[in-house]
């Protein structure tokens, strides 16, 4: 229970407090929002605080002192800095609890509304281009954060939708070997992460192949790690070192996670603005990619989880779930880009690191080196220092193997003399061991 539930002795939706049941029930009929629940009730603890009295209370004031009061209130809210949209947001829901509570007519309220801008906004924002995302999610730290980076970039979920994905949600898809995969939002969703299905309003969208890839990557890993991943655990489990095992893997990313490694994400890929890149700058990044591929505006606010005028819903039923997947495909989230010789070496330098049995923390450490530095030869120092060579550096077993890095032409004499193949790189070049 949360410390506003706790105060207002609210039981899902319902409070011991006669006033507070009321705004409840009200919001029950209207919405049944659990982000809306949350945000009201916290706001109307505020006041009390504020007041120094029972909700209850609040509500036995005269109209003339309820007025004074909610007015201190707000502008006090916006003494201390808060936005003017977060203002303006708590004054609407304490005059629905006071109008719940009988202040109509001429018992109204009179409270003055802070002026807010049609454009206004007190955060700035920084929408990455495609090039840096791609960069965030391989600068990002691990296989989970590049499949998070890489999965609010692709799909446009918002951040509590994102972490409140379970693996039962996406199963049957990703077991079917499904490229496109795609992924429901449902109200139900709210029970994990507040505010995950935005207005109740169910949907769909998809993550892309680059993101799916990166899931896999990343689920093979954890079920190595803790074993085969229940229906009901999330699609992204928290890390934290402050849970047990058993606790972590039932655990989604905190909402602040989330935050934070996007952010550092784009430190790392050298965003200059990297403060101002959020999980929500990625959804817009998504919009974005949308409309530049041309789809139809109605498919674009579908996929973006926005209402429809009239019955257009009724058009993305079950029946169409592949004409919109096959539309969805044809969107370029990373156009195709000719790579720099540098590119490619760092490229090359990655896939010898996991060929050589790097662990996920020197895979972070090797990709943060090649983020910090504009070329392979500024960052070698550092990477030497991590061992990388032909060693085997798995825990354990720090023996030398003999690996070599060889042409295609010159595969043949290696074969005759013992060696055999252990992968091919992206440069083309191949892996052999002995």
Partial sequence: MTNWEDFLEIKGWKSDFQSVDRLL?????KVRSEHTRANACQTV???????GIAPDELVNLTPKNASSLVQDFVDSLAN??????????????LKTFFRVNGYKGRRVLEVERHYQPSRYRKREEYIPTSEEIYKMAYASGSTRNKALVLALYTSGLRNSTLRAILYGDVKDEFEDGQEILKVSVYAEMKKIATGACKGNIPYYTFFSRETVEAIRQYLKRRQKRLGVIGDKEPLFASSSKNLGPDLRRKTPVMKKTLEHLVKRAAREAGIKKWKFVSPHCLRKAFESALRNSGMDPKDQEFLMGHILPGSQDTYYDKTKIEDLRRKYAQVEFFPPKNYTSEELRKKQVLDTARLFGYDEERIKRVEEALARYASVDEAIEEIRKLSLGGYNIKKGNPRREPKKIIDENDLEAYLTKGWDVQTVLSSGKILITK
């Fill in 25 to 29: 029930r009200h919001y029950s009929r």
């Fill in 45 to 51: 603890k505020a006041l009390s605080d504020f007041a």
């Fill in 80 to 93: 201390k800095g808060y936005s003017i949209r977060y203002v303006n947001v708590c004054l609407a829901y």
